[in-house]
């Protein structure tokens, strides 16, 4: 499954309230778009401004995009094609194989072992990000049938606030569906969103192509880059790494910090004086 934002005039957009609608996705092998390889449509609308394509099954891989959509009744269709994907998605990984050799200088398609190994790497970089953080960065998928919003929230259905669904954790609408008594079927995601952090994202990413990098017989390993060596061979200078706040340094795990899980402890309270001193009665 393929979720898309329409992008229409530089903005998200949705079209299905305009009388538009999200027509179809076609996947190139690369960007110039010119060898077709499949296509797939039209989107389902899970919410406001969010449509799912059912992707067919393709080889794994970098796949370039073109999502056509209608922006309103009687509009000439467009083309979105910022579309990048990189299949299969659903893996529980913040970032692909191929974003960590495109940042290795790795040409793509990458064979089964060196996907294997770099799938690795992510998953080490991401279990560093995890335990610093001191939770999952893949959010849980949680349905929860025959809901109703809270009244006066018939129009903010996307909004985790509008349902009656309380948990400990961050929550997001992935996806609703009315039924024929009035309820709703609501998806909701509980947790951390990794995927959707930017910042997560390059931190993975930067990672798992530097342990590669520097692993004997890893995907792109060059060891440590060699800046000179002399005419005889009997000295060898190396490029020194950019310090942290240079331009190309390896972002560090502090720059995560933001979304570090806190421990709370309650603070001890004066007791609360008895009925009907008190200004409220206690429970």
Known sequence: MFDYRPMYG??????????????????????????????AGPA?????????????????????????????EG???VKDESVRLDLPLGLGLVTSPEAVAKELGVP???TAEQRDDLLTAIRKAQADVVGYLGQPVIPQLI???SLTPYVGRDDRLEDADSWPFDVDDLVQVSAYRAREDGTYDVDFLVGLDGA???????????????????????VGSQGRRVSSV???????????????????????????SRWKRRLFQPLNRPARPPWPYSSTRGR
């Open 10 to 39: 530089g903005a998200l957009y949705d079209p299905e309230p305009a009388g538009g609608q999200v027509t179809s996705v076609s996947l190139y092998d690369g960007p110039g778009r010119t060898t077709f390889v499949a296509g």
């Open 44 to 72: 389902t609308r899970l919410r406001a401004g969010v449509y799912r394509f059912a992707l067919p099954d393709v080889p794994p891989g970098r796949y370039w995009a073109t999502v056509s959509f209608t922006p309103s």
């Open 75 to 77: 509009a000439q269709p």
């Open 108 to 110: 793509l398609p990458l």
């Open 143 to 145: 349905t929860r049938p």
């Open 196 to 218: 959707a952090i930017d910042p997560i994202v390059r931190y993975v990413t930067t990672h798992a192509a530097e342990s590669e990098r520097l692993r004997p017989g890893g």
């Open 230 to 256: 002399s005419a005889e061979g009997q000295s060898i200078s190396y490029e020194s790494a950019p310090t942290t706040g240079q331009a190309g340094a390896l972002p560090e795990l502090s720059s995560l």
